[in-house]
């Protein structure tokens, strides 16, 4: 027997991202800095119920996680028809593409997550790269490239540069997208922990039914090992969303979780004032350490352009056990990039003195 799949799995390369088992790492006693979740952690209300819903985990979840939606519906002030949660933000990602973007052409500004390039070749899309390190500078030479039944790709604010469009531009955007016919994914996996502003465009959804946007309790409440994400869109879009969804993709703990960390919206303002100070402190700090220069980020981490190699940057600061993201694999950047997540200030003078000691 010939075993066979179609050319765009068999050409598929997995992406490398950050975490605990990145770079090599096989060590759980690092500091990581290259997971940009958020720096106040875990919301204590969700740690103590896991705990306390352990013996449950015999019993199936509700496949249609009705209750997290009735959560999510009363925290985005939409209805529950307008979302779909899924088994983090990615597994929406996927299914997003497999549903609607097949063999149509995709755009994509770079460097951004390149996890959007990974799920539209797996649907046989065709791309056009727009290479900008501050789209917000570009928005008009970006809108002139929108494809027509297409897709456009939007991180906002973005990974890994940190810079954010605003509403206006975003709309800007998705208008010209609707005119030919196009899709526009927002990718708002950060935007809850961005201090400044909130520019996000989910109260555009009943206006736009070519907008898509993603979101993330990954990031924002400090769930990355739970997965827990969701979707939202026209009712038309979340409809083919949930039937093509995999049942009981989200598991009890994580519906559980995601309940009471929409709750718990002290946690994002606890998170966006730690981000708020440490953010600048890591900027004045990294900058005056030679070979390292900072990018402005609007979020909770930051790009860094260095002298040396990334890679062997990376190395070094293992054996100080610090794991920061190499970026050499973000298409539109090189071996002289990594990046950070702002962490706690204990946390954060750790980084500080082990780039030091490494410059």
Known sequence: MKIRA??????????SHGGRF????????????????????MPSSVKSAIKKRVDEMEH??????????????????????????????????YNFCTAFLSKKCVLIPTPTFSEYESASKLADCKFTFFKTMNLSEDVDSFISHIPRNGCVFVCNPNNPTGTILSKTQLTKIISAAKNKSSFVFVDECFIELVPESNQSVINLIKKYDN???????????GLAGIRIGYGIGSKTIIDILKKIKIPWSVNALAQEAGILAVKNKSHLTKSKSIIKKESNFLKKKITKIPGFQCHESSTNFILIKTKDDSTKIQKKLLKHKILIRDCK???????????????????????????EAVA
Do not use: C
């Open 6 to 15: 179609k050319s765009s799995i068999t050409k598929h390369h997995p992406i």
């Open 329 to 355: 694999n973000f298409r539109g950047l090189d071996n002289h990039y990594i990046r950070i997540a702002v962490k706690s200030h204990k946390d954060n003078l750790k980084l500080v003195n082990a780039m």
């Open 22 to 41: 990145s770079g090599g790492n096989q060590k759980i006693d690092v500091l990581d800095f290259s997971s940009n979740t958020s720096p106040a952690g």
């Open 60 to 93: 199936y979840p509700d496949t249609d996680s009705l209750s997290l939606l009735s959560s999510l519906k009363k925290y985005t002030g939409l209805s529950d028809s307008h979302i779909v949660v899924g088994n983090g933000a990615i597994e929406i990602l």
């Open 211 to 221: 907008l898509f946007v993603l979101r993330s309790l990954t990031k924002s409440y």
